[in-house]
Every structure is written in C-alpha cells, then in structure tokens.
C-alpha cells in the first residue's frame, strides 16, 4: 500500500490483516515505486497524491517494467480522473471516500484472478502469429511484445479462448474484473480500448478485437 496518509494507513492497514492479508506500506512515491518493483507483491493499492513522486507518474513507471496488478484509492474521484488512472495502466480505481466493505470485495477480486491466473499451465500458447506466454503474462505478435497490463493479458486471453463468439460485457466483466457490471461503467470499455491500441501498435493490418453493436465484443481468429 502506497499511501502518505497515517491514519487511513493504520486503518486500512489493520482491517487487511483482518482479513489474513499480509500488507507492506510505504508513504513516499518514489521509495514505493522502488518496492514494488523489487518485490513479488500480489496486489498495489495507490494513492495519487504521494510526496516523492506522484501517483500516476509511479503507475506509469512500474507500468514499464512490471504487470502486478494495482488498485488507486484517490480522493480524485471525478470521471476524468478514474479515466486517467486507467488509461495509466490501473487494473480499478477506487474514489475517496470508500467502505472497508468495498475495498475488501476490490481485492478479493483481483487476488483471485491472480490465484487462477497462476493455477494455469504456464507455456506459450500460439494463435497464428500471436503468442501468448502465461508463465509471466506477455503477450507477443510477430516477436514485437504488446506491452500488456495483466487485465489486458487476461482480457486478450479470455478473447482468444472464446474467439468468433460475441461475448457479452456482463460476462467479461465477471470473466476478466471478476465483479459484476454497471451501466454506467466504462473501465471494460478503457481496456479494450488500450488493447486495440496495442494490437495496432504491433503491426495488425485489421483489427480483430471488434464491436458487436448492441451485444458486446468478438475476436475474430481470421484477422490475426
């Protein structure tokens, strides 16, 4: 937990506990950044406002060199805010105020995903010039590496799995985020979104991650 404030640390720090969770926590940005890096944690919860260095500038950082999923806790709750925390390489964000009860059904989420994550056969797994490696969640088109955030992997796995079927977002909320789906909504959307991108970026002529008006996303195998 990378979090300047004492009180909210010693709170969140003892209900994790509770709850049989081992937490570190860390109140300077950079001196964070620098232990998750060097350490094999399983989950990072992340302030925006940090002294040291600033919170999406520390997510975009350790967004270049390591997958482990983060949650932002920030009292920056606006629209625009939780999309840029995402668009950084967040895997949820969570405004300031928030219940323990939330938090706690936040990381249970994502902890578990990592746990059936890891229970998978680790290998390289081809799909035409797409290779997806499991063992440390990478993905490759052509030997050029996506770049992927875990989210991104396990949405690009979960695609790829499921592909040519239109796959609803209420499914691959529970699928990829583990939790269930909102109208109003868009972190699937952002996801998407930032891995089109990153398909494109590879060299994909066309697109195969595409729109299903009304339904939801396909993956079409024949565009890979």
Not at 188 to 201: A, E, F, N, P, Y
Request: proline share 3%; glycine share 8%; with cysteine.
């Amino acid at each position: 937990m990378i979090e300047d404030d004492a009180v909210l640390c010693t709170h969140l720090q003892d209900f994790l506990a509770s709850r049989r969770h081992q937490v570190t926590v860390c109140r300077d940005g950079r001196a964070g950044l620098q232990q998750a890096l060097d350490q094999p944690f399983d989950l990072v919860l992340l302030d925006i406002l940090l002294p040291g260095m600033n919170g999406l500038d520390l997510l975009a950082e350790l967004r270049q060199r390591s997958g482990v999923p983060v949650i932002v806790l920030s009292a920056l709750g606006d629209e625009q805010d939780r999309i840029s925390g995402l668009m950084k390489g967040a895997d949820d964000y969570l405004p300031k105020p928030f219940s323990s009860a939330e938090l706690a059904v936040r990381v249970e989420a994502v902890l578990r995903r990592v746990t059936l994550e890891r229970r998978q056969s680790q290998g390289v797994a081809p799909v035409g010039a797409l290779v997806l490696r499991t063992e440390d969640e990478t993905a490759w088109y052509r030997e050029a590496d996506l770049g992927l955030t875990t989210t991104e992997f396990r949405l690009l796995q979960v695609f790829l799995e499921h592909r040519d079927q239109v796959l609803s977002k209420a499914f691959l909320y529970q699928a990829v985020l583990h939790r269930g789906y909102g109208r109003h909504d868009r972190s699937l959307d952002l996801h998407v979104s930032h891995l089109r991108r990153k398909l494109r970026d590879v060299g994909m002529a066309e697109q195969p991650l595409r729109t299903v008006w009304g339904q939801g996303y396909t993956l079409v195998s024949e565009a890979l």
